[in-house]
């Protein structure tokens, strides 16, 4: 073993005139001693959900075989050039009491929390993305993104599935505008310069507000006092965000024009979203996030497929053929999409791998068959390594449907860095996920 380099802190701060400027990853931070090969830095490790409503068919999209040996379906085919870097899994349920029946807000409630949701008002459980944020989030300006291609309003069945803490559903963003402007500015283009000068003033301003909330706290009572700190709850937020911002190196981003608005084409808004999502991810943004590719029982056309019934319409096929064939082929474009983004995160190189190799995305539905409402042996896919704890290239078939998909996500969450014992209706993590 010999010394190839010497080995300096990767958080080291130059100081100098009144001002510190934290360095980029350089190779110095690496690790200074290597036996037969180099040990490369810890890579980030991140955690994304994407998901579509309303199900799948599943006879077109349950793929031929088991294991390494299986063939991609219809509804997948798109993915093939992927196929080395996911995992397929069926059996997987959502359904934390079975002796109710199926419906949508039954399914958008407990996918992500494993919680039946309480019937007449919004209470089940904190999400899995919100758990992992706790401790991803706390190295990044955003702890999530909430985002959809489509209007996720508030109230019984338009709520999105993720929830901070049992009656907090979380809203999500679907203008590719706005997300631009809370990810990167007003300005027309990505521009560091900027975004710093305006978290210094931000920083300035937060300061001052301190101030006068600290004389205001010297002049109330007890109960004032608590609520007083609720409410500075957020600003607690706001500061340990632009604290991260400030002591972050720019990153050397594409150069990227602020989207107009939200697109006319449902297709187009899906890209543009994947977009924002690849570029927050590449600049460290956030390294927890969940986009809905539309609310759920939305009803939303497709007229790029020459599909003219709504999206509900045809999940509620009763197995009648037309219908069928319309959601198979709404499947496919589904995958078509997802393989979009994919080729992005994996074109996006870091360390020695891609953002694809570091991340763990799950994509799937909280439906299986929507004609039932089913949330039973659910469409699950889950991609990217974790930084290589995760394997990919199989189809796992779990027996039946009796294996909770929060099993999974206690599973995700281990292989991030967040283990947790008990998640949800979990009982236990999936040990054929491991690598």
């Not at 980030?44 to 031929?64: A, H, N, T």
């Not at 758990?131 to 019984?156: D, I, P, R, W």
């Amino acid at each position: 073993m010999i010394v190839t380099k010497k080995h300096i802190p990767r958080r080291t701060i130059l100081r100098g005139a009144g001002t510190a400027l934290a360095l980029p990853l350089l190779d110095a931070m690496v690790p200074a001693l290597r036996a037969e090969r180099t040990t490369a830095a810890a890579p980030v490790r991140r955690l994304g959900f994407i998901m579509y409503p309303l199900g799948v068919d599943q006879d077109r999209w349950k793929p031929k075989g088991e294991g390494t040996d299986f063939q991609l379906s219809e509804a997948l085919a798109p993915l093939e050039r992927h196929k080395s870097k996911f995992v397929i899994m069926s059996g997987l349920s959502s359904d934390p009491d079975r002796s109710k029946p199926g419906f949508h807000d039954r399914a958008i409630g407990s996918f992500m929390t494993g919680v039946e949701i309480t019937k007449g008002k919004v209470h089940v459980g904190i999400s899995i993305d919100q758990l992992a944020a706790q401790y991803l989030g706390k190295e990044t300006q955003f702890a999530s993104l909430e985002l959809a291609a489509e209007k996720v309003a508030a109230g019984s069945n338009h709520i999105g599935p993720v929830f901070k803490t049992a009656t907090t559903p979380l809203p999500f963003d679907y203008n590719p505008r706005s997300v631009f402007e809370r990810l990167f500015g007003e300005g027309g283009k990505i521009d560091p310069v900027a975004t710093a000068a305006k978290q210094t003033a931000d920083r300035s301003a937060l300061d001052a507000v301190n101030e006068r909330l600290a004389e205001l706290k010297k002049q109330l009572g007890h109960a004032d006092r608590a609520k007083l700190d609720e409410y500075t709850e957020s600003i607690r937020d706001i500061e340990r965000r632009i604290d991260v911002a400030m002591r972050k190196q720019p990153k050397d981003l594409p150069d990227v024009t602020r989207p107009a608005g939200v697109p006319d084409s449902w297709v187009e808004n899906v890209k543009l979203m994947f977009d924002l999502q690849a570029l927050a991810i590449q600049a460290d943004l956030t390294r927890v996030w969940t986009f809905l590719y539309g609310r759920e029982a939305t009803s939303m056309n497709f007229p790029h497929l020459n599909i003219t019934m709504g999206h509900h319409e045809i999940s509620h096929h009763n197995f009648e053929k037309e219908k069928l064939d319309a959601l198979a082929q709404i499947n496919v474009d589904q995958s078509k999409l997802f393989a979009y983004f994919l080729d992005k995160m994996d074109h996006l190189k870091e360390g020695n791998g891609s953002l694809l190799d570091h991340s763990l995305i799950l994509y799937g539905s909280n439906l299986s068959v929507p004609t039932s409402h089913s949330q039973r042996d659910l469409p699950i896919i889950v991609a990217g390594g974790a930084a290589g704890r995760i394997k990919g290239g199989r189809y796992l078939k779990f027996p039946g449907d009796e294996t909770p998909l929060t099993n999974l996500y206690l599973t995700m969450l281990d292989k991030i860095g967040v283990p947790t014992e008990k998640f949800g209706d979990s009982t236990g993590k999936l040990n054929r996920l491991e690598v």
